[in-house]
Nanobody
Framework: QVQLVESGGGLVQAGGSLRLSCVATGSTFSIKFIGWYRQAPGKQRELVATMSRGGSINNGDSVKGRFTISRDNGKNTVYLQMNSLKPEDTAVYYC??????????WGKGTPVTVSS
């Protein structure tokens, strides 16, 4: 089992920056992919950015060039640096992981609100 706990959300003005963190505990050696999804009110959950164990990155189209995913293996932590934030980035941001066996894990989410 893997547990994921997010932090770093909050209220920011348009054009500002935030950095989200996700700490993984448990069977972290089994994580093949880890990253971020988000869900805005009334919308479906969408991909933000994910990273494979080997370091390959997959970014959602709406955040390319503005958001950067990174990780610190020693701390079992993945980060999401969000720059040039827009009101449409307002959402609950969820940490996500998938194991070698295909099991998926989700954090409880951290809310991000971008004011115009």
């Amino acid at each position: 089992q893997v547990q994921l706990v997010e932090s770093g959300g909050g209220l920011v003005q348009a054009g500002g920056s935030l950095r989200l963190s996700c700490v993984a505990t448990g069977s972290t050696f089994s994580i093949k992919f880890i990253g971020w999804y988000r869900q805005a009110p009334g919308k479906q959950r969408e991909l933000v950015a994910t990273m494979s164990r080997g370091g390959s990155i997959n970014n959602g189209d709406s955040v390319k060039g503005r958001f950067t995913i990174s990780r610190d293996n020693g701390k079992n932590t993945v980060y999401l640096q969000m720059n040039s934030l827009k009101p449409e980035d307002t959402a609950v941001y969820y940490c996500w992981g998938r194991s070698d066996g295909g099991m998926e894990y989700w954090g409880k989410g951290t809310p991000v609100t971008v004011s115009s």
